[in-house]
């Protein structure tokens, strides 16, 4: 290779190794905003926390791996993703665990779960509506972790109904499901009570839920039950005194 050849590749060579260190000193590229998408449950500020960047840090040298495990420490983000708009904003895209019900762990103190069964809290205090299950056991359980319970696959069918009901807007109406007797669930609103079964047409159960409830404006007052562990086309409201 000529020598006027190997002094061009050099010059070249150096100058993106130039270009690419004032890039990173630059205060250009120091990350000035941080914006937050897709959290509704979570706030803002634990998710900036979390993230903890300094005002100085360049946009291009993040630990993209730290600030993932900062964030998901927090149990109701499922996952999160960045990306960036150069010279200096951060976007965060969470993507969070709902909850679906809760089950009181002793008088007074209540574990609140996602749709699969994860512990995501303990409280002694109810703000969201949500339902309860009645008759749930378990042997123990751990925050960020499913509960474990005596029998995985009835409780894998519990959750499932706890889904359709989100599924179908219906999850903050409902009040109980009691789950003592697994082939026997029972989803009550406020006095009403629907008598499901198993997971047998569990979709189809939950729809005629939402439809009677839609077709009965007073359900919140009404003491009654309907019986619809088996689908067929009419089914009756036995009124309770």
């Known amino acids: 290779m000529k020598r006027g050849l190997k002094f061009k590749i050099a010059m070249v060579i150096g100058g993106i190794a130039l270009a690419l260190v004032l890039v990173l000193v630059s205060p250009i590229f ?126 894998i069918n519990i959750m499932q109904y706890t889904q359709l009901l989100t599924l179908h807007g219906l999850i903050n109406q409902i009040t109980h499901i009691n789950v003592s007797d697994p082939a026997n669930i029972r989803i009550l609103v406020n006095y009403l009570e629907f008598h499901v079964g198993g997971i047998q047409d569990a979709d189809a159960k939950v729809r005629t839920i939402a439809e009677k409830l839609y077709r009965l404006p007073n359900a919140h007052i009404i003491r009654g039950f309907v019986d619809i562990r088996e689908i067929r086309s009419e089914y009756f409201l036995v009124l309770l005194q």
């Open 30 to 155: 120091h990350v000035r905003e941080v914006v937050v998408l897709g959290n509704h449950r979570v706030c803002e500020t634990d998710i900036k926390a979390r993230l903890n960047i300094a005002g100085n840090s360049n946009i291009f040298l993040i630990n993209w791996g730290n600030a993932r495990r900062a964030i998901l420490g927090n149990l109701h983000i499922e996952d999160v993703s960045f990306s960036r708009e150069l010279p200096g904003r951060l976007y965060v895209s969470i993507q969070e665990r709902r909850l679906s019900a809760y089950v009181e762990h002793e008088p007074g103190s209540f574990l609140f779960l996602d749709e699969n069964g994860r512990v995501l809290e303990i409280r002694n205090y109810i703000t969201e509506l949500l339902p309860r299950l009645d008759g749930l056991q378990f042997t123990r359980f751990q925050l960020g972790e499913i509960l474990e319970v005596s029998d995985e696959i009835n409780f």
